[in-house]
């Protein structure tokens, strides 16, 4: 893609031309809605080790306290992902937020936030190699509906 058709593709905008109104615009606005709006209403967890080996590793990062798994203390994991959410958890505490909700809820929208970035992603790379927005369009709907099945 060159930087004249890439500066094209994301300054596109819905207009009366353009009738499908799949723009990068568009899709980013349904997809960011839907996954932070899936992170506020979901009520569970999908696997422990969303816990144990970033969340709370994280919390024990800012806070000093916390349970670590034998990976951590063994010095086997990386601290990568979990720096992501410390980040998060050290400017809620400055600002004086980290309250229960502020510190189960903030983390759950970062990673809607990052989920939707990858769906733009979807969305994109299906426009580039098929050179359909319909295609895109199906593409980037189905890899939502079935991502977390």
């Known amino acids: 893609m060159t930087h004249e058709r ?6 596109e905008v819905p207009s009366a031309g353009n009738t499908n109104g799949w723009t990068t615009r568009v899709v980013l606005l349904g997809v960011l809605t839907f996954r932070l709006a ?31 798994t034998w990976e951590w203390t063994e010095g086997i994991r990386g601290y990568t992902h979990p720096l992501l959410f410390a980040t998060v958890y050290w400017l809620l505490k400055l600002c004086g937020l980290d309250n229960t909700f502020s510190l189960t809820l903030v983390p759950r929208l970062v990673m809607g936030f990052f989920a939707a970035l990858s769906d ?22 189905i890899f939502v509906a079935l991502r977390d099945l």
Not at 6 to 11: C, F, K, N, P, R
Not at 38 to 67: H, I, M, R
Not at 120 to 141: D, I
């Open 38 to 68: 899936n992170a506020c209403v979901l009520q569970t967890w999908f696997v422990p080790d969303e816990q144990w080996q970033s969340l709370e590793v994280a919390y024990k990062l800012v806070y000093g306290y916390g349970y670590l």
């Open 120 to 141: 733009v992603c979807v969305y994109h790379l299906t426009l580039e190699y098929l050179q359909s927005h319909a295609a895109a369009k199906w593409a980037v709907s």
């Open 6 to 11: 890439e500066a094209d593709v994301l300054s």
